[in-house]
């Protein structure tokens, strides 16, 4: 199986996320853009709810064909991780096109703005060795930590509990579904992962030692900033 980390960020480092329904909207384009069929009424806001089941029964008459399986992501106030499959053919370069574009024109229609909102096209690695295999997830899940603990990276958190519970508090990644906390469960396709970790309760076992030995150093060809 072929997996990649994928990321972009905003143009000059610009936010790309700046309030709860942005968040909103690009997770529900992850879900709406990864069809093969085609998309449906894209341009739902969230208005009524944030259940990305309430989508699926509302505009989806047929199953999804998936371009990609979305291991896991998160987000960030001005860029965005992924770790993809694809299950097509050129499935992650169609699914990344869907959603760059789709997003940039929502944010910009929203905020009045025009121009290019990324900073080019999206970054991609393959990964290639167990150790990148059985790292990359929890450095993705721990990006929030930069608002909260910068010097994470370096292990030199001052207070471990409280820095789990702020990526608890989290919502915009998928470290809660990994936890076993329904958040977007119907955005992510777990079982790869959540099989390496030995379930949900392996996963939230296992997420506390390895923030404690994280080595970026490991990670340097995949993390792409």
């Given at each position: 199986m072929l997996l990649y980390h994928t990321l972009n960020r905003g143009v000059d480092k610009r936010k790309i996320f700046l309030d709860k329904q942005d968040h909103l909207r690009f997770i529900h384009d992850l879900f709406v853009f990864n069809n093969e069929l085609g998309t449906n009424n894209v341009h739902y806001r969230f208005y009524k709810t944030d259940n990305i089941n309430d989508i699926?029964?509302?505009y989806f008459k047929k199953p999804r064909k998936l371009l990609v399986n979305i291991h896991l992501f998160c987000l960030?106030?001005?860029h965005y991780h992924m770790i993809l499959s694809p299950q097509t053919d050129n499935g992650v370069s169609r699914f990344m096109?869907?959603?760059?574009?789709?997003?940039?024109?929502?944010?910009?229609?929203?905020?009045?703005?025009s121009g290019t909102l990324f900073e080019g096209r999206y970054k991609s690695v393959a990964i290639k060795n167990d150790q990148h295999f059985s790292w990359l997830p929890y450095y993705v899940h721990f990006n929030p930590l930069d608002l909260y603990e910068s010097l994470w990276r370096k292990r030199e958190i001052k207070n471990y509990k409280k820095s789990l519970k702020f990526l608890r508090s989290y919502r915009w990644s998928s470290h809660l579904d990994y936890l076993g906390e329904k958040n977007f469960p119907s955005v992510t396709q777990r079982k790869l992962f959540l099989d390496f970790f030995g379930g949900?309760?392996?996963y939230a076992k296992s997420v506390e030692e390895h923030l404690k030995n994280i080595d970026i150093s490991i990670?340097?060809?995949?993390?792409?900033?």
């Open positions: 699926a029964s509302r960030m106030p001005n096109k869907k959603v760059n574009m789709g997003y940039a024109k929502y944010f910009n229609q929203k905020y009045k703005r949900e309760s392996g990670l340097k060809e995949t993390t792409l900033e």
